[in-house]
């Protein structure tokens, strides 16, 4: 039996797929905003390690079509120990569909256009990326490891060898301070991504707002949801997506969006000016359900 090196985190489309952790916690660990791995000191597993996780799943592998590898960004990892372990795989899980991780820009960056390729023949066939922001301002002020051309560079390179994409933009990210240029410049990156699937969650503070606004270089001051919901607005209605699934329906989200870009862009702005139009009657969730 697996023992999973914990905490252990995954998306929520990767609920059915077996989770491999060929990383424990993060390779860059620094963005103010995200606690996820801050009680992980970054590391790769050893091959033989690896190799047996997945040696132990073969008694129930004909369960098995998707195979999600975590943690934090699996894609760090070198085109060759990838290789390999997606061999491996692609031998004891007959059924394989699809191989998934997390990944930052400068994961993809470090692969040829050759070898992304080939990951992507040997099942890598969706990548997972926290853009956050096209904003390389907020970007800065975040410590994110990122920036607006690396990003975009590196995630058309991905796409262009094979690889779909699922991003996620963190609404209010900025505060009140960047709100107008997070979405727009947010927006700009992904329309120049164009990713299959796109997704926001809001900013939350597991270990208080106060906590948060000390890492963040310069002043922040936080949306209310209103205010967040306004930003979501000014994002969608700069997204111009030739064919992109949204998702904003995270436990994080007050109100809740999903469609197709672009058929249900009009429909979904109409959904939040109704919101607009009249806050004090809006369906939104309540704080409390966002920690679910």
């Known amino acids: 039996m697996i023992q999973y090196d914990e905490p ?3 998306p929520p489309s990767e609920a059915y797929s077996f989770i491999l952790q060929v990383t424990l916690g993060c390779a860059w660990n620094k963005c103010a905003f995200c606690e996820m791995y801050s009680s992980k000191q970054f590391r790769t597993r050893k091959e033989e390690d690896i190799f047996a996780d997945i040696d132990s799943m073969q008694p129930y592998a004909n369960h098995y079509r998707k195979v999600f590898l975590a943690d934090g960004n699996a894609m760090v990892l070198s085109f060759d120990k990838l290789s390999r372990i997606l061999d491996r795989l692609n031998e004891k899980f007959p059924r394989l569909t699809r191989v998934s991780a997390y990944a930052l820009p400068k994961d993809i960056e470090a692969k040829t256009d050759e070898e992304l390729q080939q990951l992507a023949a040997k099942g890598l066939k969706l990548l997972y990326v926290g853009i956050e922001s096209g904003d390389d301002e907020l970007l800065g002020r975040i410590n994110k490891s990122e920036n607006y051309e690396s990003t975009a560079k590196a995630l058309k390179r991905a796409r262009a060898a094979g690889i779909k994409l ?12 960047y709100s107008h240029q997070h979405a727009l410049n947010s927006a700009k990156v992904v329309n120049e991504i164009q990713p299959e699937f ?10 208080g707002e106060e906590h948060f606004a000390k890492k963040f270089d310069g002043e922040f001051i ?3 949801t209103v205010e967040l919901i306004a930003e979501m607005k000014v994002f969608i209605e700069n997204l111009e997506l030739e064919s992109t699934v949204f998702r904003s ?23 939040i000016n109704t919101v607009l139009n009249d806050p ?3 369906k939104l969730r309540e704080e409390w359900m966002r920690g679910l």
């Open 249 to 271: 329906d995270h436990a994080s989200n007050y109100l809740v969006l999903r469609g197709n870009f672009p058929r249900d862009k009009q429909e979904m702005l109409n959904r």
């Open 198 to 207: 796109l997704s926001t969650l809001v900013l939350s503070y597991p270990y």
């Open 222 to 224: 936080p949306l209310n």
């Open 166 to 177: 699922s991003v996620m933009i963190l609404n209010g990210l900025g505060g009140k301070n």
């Open 8 to 10: 252990l985190f995954r």
């Open 280 to 282: 004090a009657n809006a």
